[in-house]
Structure formats: structure tokens, C-alpha cells
């Protein structure tokens, strides 16, 4: 399971806000906005921190009639947060009308985690107060098991339950787990807490830390150690600018989930659409949507940094496909450094007939940046047009790669290696995980992926 830091953003004001964030030189850290922060400073905090590239979860927990909940989340559905709250003390009737009105008219929504019991509850106070006799650990199951038959997609809870919930509601359910200290920390007026490797280790999915953030000497340096005892390592792990999305075990279903949330890849297999090529396909897939999204931009162009460096270190140079890598070819380059170029489908008929743009040396190792590969046709005519030119190709990343038989044959038959941030199979389990299509339909979209032109997948005959 992939693991992120969320900031618990607690100030009383706008200004403070934003000049903590600006320490964060190069990291958009995901945080969160509670109600203290967002009662002082309205939407417009919200939209500020989205627009400055940050994920955002909302805070605001929600709990009133079905009626007023769900009028309430269809205003909050505008403000773009990432993850949105409510209680599931508040009923399945309330959860389920709170998930039918933050759903926007194009199907699109935020995250809804409902709370279960806060971890400033003890058993004490839950028995004595709240006139609960179960054990802690009951309760929160069930109100977990209940946000899960509502439709939601995690809950709030303590690391101390996140593994049980995990059982019980599968490991798709996602756990955000606020009560996290370091070990030579101060509790403050959490009870049931853990360190961030404890919390880890537990099974959590993200882990919310204020105070020993925000109050530190050095918040920079408290984050990064709160990402260094609790988020994976290696280059598939979620750093500083990329948070992942619910059942994400590596950067691939994270990307996976982020390309289904602004609709770059959407499936729809009991209305196909219709290829170029006359081929019914299930699945439409637009990559270039990303640029327009800043988070996601930043999560897609520290990936393909991340696999640059990790599978192509020697790399002197990042050349884009024409139209579609070019955009991310210069981000990607900006961040690591490196010289850009592109290569045209044809040369140009003016001018110096240019087919390559941009500086390319003899014997200069590149890589080349696409933005999704299907039979592979395409990227495979910019290597062969850059070995002629003289470079060497170490060869390719891109963001996404339906995996088709063809395509790999082809890069296997020209020796071109290709790393993808994400793959149709772990978009298309990312899709039945969060509800977009049924997990029936996983099998249907692989059986298109193994043969295109069989199309018995269709109508759910396979």
C-alpha cells in the first residue's frame, strides 16, 4: 500500500497558511484544511492552496439530516478538493445522500471518508459519555463497515485500527489515520496514537500530522522525517509532490487513480466507442487532460523524472513525441535538468525541412517521452528517425501503455526498452476499485487488452 503524509494545516488565518507553505521550496505536500482554517478563510483557501498545485483534504466533517448533507457536499463538489468527510455516526442513509450530491453531472467526484470515532476518544469516554458499550475496535469496524456498504471510500480512524479495517472492507478501503506522533514527541490531547513507522507498519494508508510538523523548529525537516519513517522507499515510492490515491501499492495505481479522477482514461464498456481503425474499444484515453490539471501535472512529471533516473541514469537528453510528449518532455526536462528536443511525424516542408527540433548531438544518449503506447507504431518512427541522426536511444518512458501484444512485440523486435507510469490492467482494477466501473468488468477490458479485434468482450460475453 502506498503511503503519503498529509499537513494538518490548523491556522487561524490565510496569511499564516500560505507563509508555511512557501518554506516548502519545490514540494507541494498534500494537506489538510480543518474547520478552524477554513471557518477564518473560506473557499478561497481552498482554491488558493489547489491552484498552487497542493492536494487538498477537507476536513470539515460533516453531520446533519441525509438533506442538508448532501446540498452541503454538491457546494463543496465545486471547490476541487481531493478528499472530503463526514461522520458515520451520521447513518448509511446520511453517507449515501452525502455521496449523491458531491457527485458532479459528468460522474466525477472528490473522495468521501467518513469518521469513525476521533482519536481523542478513549474507552472511558466512549462508555461514559457516549453511553457506548462495544469495544473501540467494534464500533469502528462497524461504522467503517457501514461508510463501505454507503459507497464511500475509506474512513477516518486510528493507526491502531487501520490493519482491522483493511480486513474487513478489503484493501482497496483507504485509511487516513490522524493520531500520529514522533516516539520522543509530545501527545498533546490524542490518546490513541503511534509513531509515523508504527503507523506504517499497522497498515495506514495516509497519515495526518499537525503539531509535530507545524510547530517545529524546522517544519521542512519534520516533514521530510515524518516521509522517511512512514512513506516507501525507492523510486516508486510517493514523495513530496506525489500523494497517492486509495489502494495505491506503487506509483503505478497512483498515477492509475489520478488519470481516472480527471477523466484522461475513462472506460465505458457497455458502450464502446469506435476506433479510427473500426475496432470497438472500451476505453478512451486522453493524456493530454494532465496539463491541465495542476496536481496531477505534478504527480505525472516527478514520476517520469523518478523512472528517468532510475531506469535510464545515463540520459543526457529528453526528446517528445510530436504532439503528445512534447509537453511533458520539457516539464520533465526543467526538473531534471537536462536539454530537450522533439521529433515532428514528418519533416517539415519549409525552412531547413526539420524533422527533429531542437540540438541533438552524434552519439548523444537520449530518452524519449510519450505520453501512451498501444501497438507502438508511432514512438517507435521518432527512435528510428533519432538513430539516424546519430543518438543513442536508451529509450522510453511514458505515462501510460495499454500492453497490447503487438506493441510489445514491436519494441522487442527494434530492442527499445519502455517504462510506463501506469498500465491499462492497473487503471482498469483502479476502476473497479473506486466504483467507476463493476469488478465484473476487469475481465471484459483484459480480454479487449489481449485481442483487440475479438470483440465477444462486448455485451459481457467472454
Known amino acids: 500500500m502506498g503511503k503519503d503524509v498529509i499537513i494538518a494545516c490548523d491556522f487561524e488565518s490565510a496569511e499564516k497558511t500560505l507563509a508555511f507553505l512557501d518554506r516548502f521550496t519545490g514540494r507541494r505536500p498534500f494537506v489538510k484544511i480543518g474547520m478552524e482554517l477554513f471557518y477564518a478563510a473560506g473557499p478561497a483557501i481552498v482554491r488558493e492552496i489547489k491552484r498552487r498545485g497542493h492536494k487538498i483534504f477537507l476536513d470539515l466533517k460533516l ?24 461522520h458515520a455516526a451520521g ?21 468521501l471518508i467518513a469518521v469513525t470515532q476521533l482519536t481523542s476518544t478513549d474507552r472511558q469516554s466512549l462508555e461514559e459519555e457516549l453511553l457506548i458499550r462495544e469495544p473501540m475496535e467494534d464500533v469502528v469496524l462497524r ?67 499537525g503539531r509535530p510538523i507545524t510547530q517545529a523548529d524546522d517544519p521542512v525537516a519534520a516533514y521530510e522525517r515524518c516521509l522517511a519513517e512512514f512513506a516507501d522507499d525507492g523510486p516508486e515510492a510517493v514523495s513530496g509532490g506525489c500523494s497517492p490515491a486509495p489502494g495505491t501499492e ?3 495505481t497512483k498515477i492509475a487513480a489520478d488519470l481516472l479522477q480527471i ?48 531506469h535510464y541514469p545515463e540520459a543526457e537528453a529528453l526528446m517528445g513525441t510530436s504532439t503528445a510528449g512534447i509537453a511533458h518532455a520539457a516539464i520533465t526536462a526543467q526538473l531534471m535538468g537536462l536539454p530537450m ?24 544518449k537520449v530518452v524519449v517521452v ?47 526498452k519502455n517504462v510506463s507510469l501506469t498500465d491499462f490492467d492497473t487503471v482498469a482494477q483502479a476502476a473497479a476499485d473506486r466504483g467507476y466501473i463493476r469488478p465484473a468488468d476487469v475481465a471484459r477490458l483484459i480480454a479487449f487488452r489481449n485481442d483487440p479485434s475479438d470483440e465477444s468482450w462486448i455485451g459481457g460475453a467472454i
Not at 446533519?64 to 472530503?84: E, F, H, R, Y
Not at 528536443?341 to 548523444?364: P, T, W
Request: aromatic share 6%; hydrophobic share 40%.
Open 91 to 111: 447513518t448509511r442513509r446520511m453517507m449515501e445522500a452525502a455521496l449523491e450530491g458531491l457527485t458532479r453531472p459528468d460522474g466525477t467526484r472528490p473522495l
Open 263 to 310: 477523466r484522461a482514461v475513462f472506460f465505458r464498456p457497455d458502450e464502446p466507442f469506435t476506433w479510427a481503425s473500426g475496432i470497438k474499444s472500451p476505453v478512451y484515453c486522453d493524456n493530454r487532460l494532465t496539463l491541465s490539471d495542476p496536481a496531477v501535472r505534478t504527480d505525472v512529471e516527478e514520476g517520469l523524472a523518478a523512472l528517468i533516473r532510475t
Open 143 to 209: 461504522y467503517a463497515q457501514n461508510a463501505a456498504d454507503a459507497g464511500l471510500d475509506g474512513v477516518v480512524c486510528s493507526p491502531l485500527e487501520a490493519r482491522r479495517v483493511h480486513e474487513v472492507c478489503g484493501s482497496g478501503f483507504l485509511t487516513v489515520t490522524p493520531g500520529v506522533r514522533f516516539a520522543d514527541g509530545e501527545k498533546g490531547d490524542q490518546k490513541r496514537v503511534m509513531t509515523p513507522a508504527q503507523a506504517k507498519a499497522a497498515g495506514a494508508d495516509y497519515i495526518v500530522v
Open 370 to 416: 510519450e505520453d501512451l503506447i498501444s501497438t507502438g507504431g508511432s514512438v517507435l518512427e521518432v527512435v528510428e528517425v533519432l538513430r539516424a541522426a546519430g543518438a543513442e536511444v536508451l529509450g522510453i518512458v511514458s505515462i501510460f501503455t495499454y500492453g497490447m501484444k503487438k506493441g510489445l512485440e514491436r519494441l522487442a523486435a527494434a530492442q527499445v
Open 250 to 252: 506503487t506509483l503505478k
Open 63 to 86: 453531520h446533519d439530516i441525509p438533506n442538508t448533507v448532501k446540498k452541503t457536499m454538491a457546494v463543496l463538489s465545486g471547490l476541487d478538493a481531493d478528499i472530503v468527510n463526514l
Open 341 to 364: 528536443g522533439y521529433v515532428r511525424s514528418g519533416a517539415k516542408d519549409h525552412g531547413r525541412r526539420n524533422q527533429i527540433e531542437g540540438r541533438l548531438e552524434s552519439g548523444q
